[in-house]
């Protein structure tokens, strides 16, 4: 599969931007990687790394979060220009983002757009207790309070063209699995309809 997958992605002449959103401890970062391993002249975007590496490790607490809130506008728009330089350049680009607000997707997806490149957008979810569970033994430990918050936002700010993918009993290598699966569907319904029209 992983040859197929190798040939058909590199005979596609526009670029892809696979955006991966979810809560943190659902997979993105370790899914992100499983396809960039698969999809040939691939980059992962994380936005919120962008700001991550320039909140002072010392602030903890209401002041981290205050912190970042300030600086994650920066961050994203840093994202959408690394993005649109990858794309003008015929790269793939996996963005994996929290994404609780849909009004960047959009975002992102018009930009994608612009650039002649084909945006996919997944969900990962999972129950909150399993997603709780997960948060306790990962080693960058999150604050239960923003990762609740989190939750909430993404529930209640829904992005209804996300395809969802639930992570509770899939691993990371599955999941890259169903989306590059999902992408090559995708694109033959494509193909065979620009062929019939």
Known sequence: MKNFLLKLFSRRKKPLVIIIRGAPSTGKTTTAHEIRKRLPDSFILSFDSLVAMNVPE?????????????????????????????????????????????????????LTNSCGAKPFVFELTAPREVIKRREKIRRDLNPEK????????????????????????????????????????????????????
């Open 58 to 110: 010392e602030l903890v607490g209401e002041e981290r979060i205050g912190t970042w809130g300030k600086m994650r506008p920066l961050g994203h728009e840093l994202g959408y220009i690394l993005t649109s330089y990858l794309l003008k350049r015929g790269k793939n680009v996996i963005i994996e983002e929290m994404l609780p607000d849909a009004t960047e997707i959009r975002k992102i997806v018009r």
């Open 146 to 197: 923003p990762v609740e918050m989190i939750i909430d936002l993404l529930t209640n700010n829904p992005y209804p063209e996300a395809t969802k993918i639930d992570t509770s009993k899939k691993s990371a290598e599955k999941c890259a699995d169903f989306i590059l699966s999902y992408i090559r569907r995708s694109s033959s319904e494509m193909d065979g309809e620009g062929k019939n029209s």
